[in-house]
């Protein structure tokens, strides 16, 4: 299983899978066979490559 964790930042973060734009610390990362994403401290936005998102 393929984990994206943030999950001791302090800062907000995005990660969009579908455009591969990502925010905060995620800033210039690549991601790619990805089944979770675990957030920062903060808070974190996600969109998916299909029309599925959520924010936390």
Do not use: C, K, P
């Not at 990502?22 to 790619?32: P, Q, S, V």
């Amino acid at each position: 299983m393929d984990i994206i964790s943030h999950s001791t930042s302090t800062s907000a973060i995005s990660v969009n899978l579908a455009t591969g734009v990502n925010t905060g610390i995620a800033a210039g990362d690549i991601f790619t066979a990805v089944e979770i994403v675990q957030g920062t401290l903060a808070s974190v936005q996600w969109q998916a490559l299909e029309e599925h998102s959520a924010s936390t």
